[in-house]
């Protein structure tokens, strides 16, 4: 098989294996828009929250918006109480028309570790087998109407698949991925993703891609006799190389970018390029420019022109890496309130 191939999570089938990892801060759907235009198979939101959700917060349910190029998209969503987790998925199959439900079960950030969700789930198991079993059960059981990708209410008539991301373990004395694995297949489960390393390592050290090969083959043998269920990988997938390598030494199914796609959503496009045809064709500095300036656009048609051009400072100082002269940019762009601010920054390059 190529090492660029569909992929089928359930009954979701998806072109392509160049997936957009759910980032915190950053896969809102301009940027999501921006990566599928690049060439991302698939994509995730930002992690949103089931509290949030149950209790109706406007700001949550705009982190679910579907990108209108998006031909699939997927929800995540986080915490700690599975009927909550249950309520959650509910709404989200209401009010939305993604194609999946994933489950955080990685994230090391202190406030979501002490509500008992992200990677606070990789020290029990158990638990998070409750919370996969309840939000599948309520997928499967939902008997409401939602949303189609023409903003239409219709009825739910296609089982939408539950997936789960996790990392390796709490810590390097409490490697659980195996458990973890197994708890989620076997709540139902149609897919799993690990980030490569611990909660305690954070976003440091390096990601363990010899544990990827590992749970491939451990999934493998778990489902045996039945259908099978696909392994995503995530960490240290910086470049098309870095993609190449994680699907050859892992067998994982999919990449997941992270980082390396944050002022770069070109490399999509060069992964692509390089899985199918062994080349990669660098892209004049301008379209990397222009590509922000497109996600700009989004960004104020989502929130305004003040936030929006506030949020996408962080964005452009990705976007200029790289550049000659990019550090005096980043001074400039650290100050820009307007899209008037950006285009005069940026003037050389528009």
Known sequence: ??????????????????????????????????????????????M???????????KTETLMRRAPNESAYAVQIFGGNPETMAQAARIVLEKTSCECIDINGGCPVPK????????????????????????????????GK????????VPYNTQVPVTVKFRLGWDSESIT??????????AGASAVTMHGRTRAQGYEGKSDWNALAELVKFVAELCADSQKIPVFGSGDAFTPEDAKRMLEETGVDAVMFARGAMGNPFLFTKT????????????????????????????????GELSACREARKRFCAYSKGLEGGAALRKEIVSAESAADYRAIFSQYL
């Open 1 to 46: 098989m190529s090492l660029y191939h569909p992929v089928q999570i359930g009954n979701l089938s998806l072109p392509g294996n160049l997936f957009l990892a759910p980032v915190a801060g950053y896969s809102d759907r301009a940027f999501r828009s921006i990566c599928a235009e690049c060439g991302a198979d698939f994509a995730y939101t930002e």
């Open 48 to 58: 949103v929250s089931s509290e949030a959700l149950t209790r109706n917060n406007e």
């Open 112 to 143: 979501i570790i002490k509500s008992n969700a992200g990677s606070a789930l990789t020290r029990d198991p158990e638990h998070l087998f409750k919370i996969v079993s309840a939000v599948v059960e309520s997928v499967k059981n939902y008997d």
């Open 146 to 153: 939602r949303l189609n990708r023409a903003n239409e209410i």
């Open 177 to 186: 991925w195996k458990e973890c694995a197994e708890a989620a297949i076997k």
């Open 272 to 303: 692509h390029e390089f899985l199918t045809n062994g080349t990669i064709t660098e892209l004049p500095v301008e379209k990397r420019i222009q590509a922000g300036f497109r996600e700009l656009d989004l960004l104020i048609q989502d929130l």
